[in-house]
Nanobody, 115 residues
Framework: QVQLVESGGGLVQAGGSLTLSCAAS????????MGWYRQAPGKQRELVAR???????NYADSVKGRFTISRDNAKNTVYLQMNSLKPEDTAVYYC?????????WGQGTQVTVSS
């Protein structure tokens, strides 16, 4: 089982950038599909971006061209580079690790984008 700790959230003005990090420990990180999800107040948690163990990635339509997911297996870390942030990107961002039937969530990090 893997344990996840997110960091990098904060308050930023619209148009700004943030980079989120998710550090994993406790298992073979490179074999996990890693994802970033977000949940805004009153809304369901939604997929933002996902990257497989082989490095293939996919994105929600709302963030395509603005966000980039990447992973550094040597550092057991997955990143989410967020550019051109909008107020509607405001949410708690969660990291998720999946491998077969094993699934783990991080505790979340708040991202607030002011207009």
């Amino acid at each position: 089982q893997v344990q996840l700790v997110e960091s990098g959230g904060g308050l930023v003005q619209a148009g700004g950038s943030l980079t989120l990090s998710c550090a994993a420990s406790g298992s073979i990180f490179s074999r996990y599909t890693m994802g970033w999800y977000r949940q805004a107040p009153g809304k369901q948690r939604e997929l933002v971006a996902r990257i497989t163990s082989g490095g293939n990635s996919n994105y929600a339509d709302s963030v395509k061209g603005r966000f980039t997911i990447s992973r550094d297996n040597a550092k057991n870390t997955v990143y989410l580079q967020m550019n051109s942030l909008k107020p509607e990107d405001t949410a708690v961002y969660y990291c998720k690790a999946v491998r077969g039937f094993n699934l783990c969530w991080g505790q979340g990090t708040q991202v607030t984008v002011s207009s």
